[in-house]
């Protein structure tokens, strides 16, 4: 396994998050992670990555404790986008990018310029920003910044790649653009995806591995086809949908009524 939690309990501000949550991620695969508002997606996502400590229970990273690794360390195997970025910074996109090779940089080692120079450039080509390098970050359509975002992490050259709904406020296209990115990392460069999504249909399309998060831990996690039935919609969202198949073979689904849940 590339990435696993280990009976991981969060507990902020006295209340439970997260309780003894075991999951694992093996390498190469994308896995989505779906459940409902609240359930605890971020706050998983977030541990993964070191961003909070306050966590009892394990997170091994091929096998080593993260609490044991260094920052930068972490972060050349592992980048992250969390849900809400910050506004934009007052730069460019060249720039921003390039503050992903952050990991890579000492004070007394210096940093290796031509290597920077093309993580920089893999990263603004693989998200198709290289005519919006010195353009600034604010003047951005949305689509466009959460590809920046996305390029910065990039420019990390992680083995891991965690997504916190990168889709979220961007039309159907840009949505579309977006995944189609991800689908790309994970085809032509064999990164490992973790990705919060919002819309179902997303999961079912780009993921190969699902996991649902309920009641703070896993309710289930299995391929797309095992894991989103008619009944797991209605126990786990409280809705009754149809699933349909499209013309790609892709399973969709299309929520019909409300219902009660469990
Ligand atoms: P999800 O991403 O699944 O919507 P989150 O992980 O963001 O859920 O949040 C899970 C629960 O933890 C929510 O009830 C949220 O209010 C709470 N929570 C998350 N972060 C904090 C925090 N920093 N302080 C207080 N409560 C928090
Ligand atoms: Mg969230």
């Known amino acids: 396994m590339l990435l696993e939690t280990r009976d991981l309990t969060v507990t902020i501000g006295g209340k439970t998050i997260l309780k003894d949550l075991s999951i694992r ?94 993580a920089v450039e893999w990263a603004l080509s693989v998200t198709h920003l290289e005519d919006f390098r010195h353009r600034q970050v604010v003047s951005l359509s949305g689509g466009e910044r959460q590809r920046a975002w996305i390029a910065m992490a990039l420019a990390q050259q992680p083995e891991v790649l965690l997504l916190d709904e990168p889709t979220t406020y961007l039309d159907i296209a840009h949505q579309l653009e977006v995944m189609q990115i991800v689908r790309q990392l994970y085809e032509k460069y064999g990164m490992t995806v973790i990705m919060v999504l919002h819309d179902i249909n997303h999961a079912l399309q780009y993921a190969d591995e699902i996991a649902i998060v309920k009641d703070h831990g896993i309710f289930s996690q299995g391929s797309p086809k095992e894991i989103i039935t008619v009944d797991t919609l209605a126990k786990v969202f409280g809705v009754k949908a149809d699933i349909f198949i499209n013309s790609e073979g892709a399973a969709i689904l299309s929520p019909i009524s409300i219902v009660q849940k469990g």
Do not use: C
């Not at 977030?46 to 096998?63: C, K, S, V």
């Open 25 to 118: 991620f093996a390498e190469g695969k994308r896995t989505a992670i779906i459940g409902p508002n609240g359930a605890g997606k971020s706050t998983l996502l977030r541990a993964l990555a070191a961003l909070n400590p306050h966590y009892q229970g394990e997170i091994l990273l091929d096998g080593e404790d993260i609490r044991k690794m260094g920052r930068k360390k972490l972060s050349q195997r592992l980048a992250i986008l969390p849900q809400s970025v910050q506004a934009p910074p007052d730069t460019t996109v060249e720039r921003l990018v390039d503050y992903g090779r952050f990991p890579y940089r000492s004070w007394f080692r210096g940093s290796n310029a031509r290597e920077d120079r093309e």
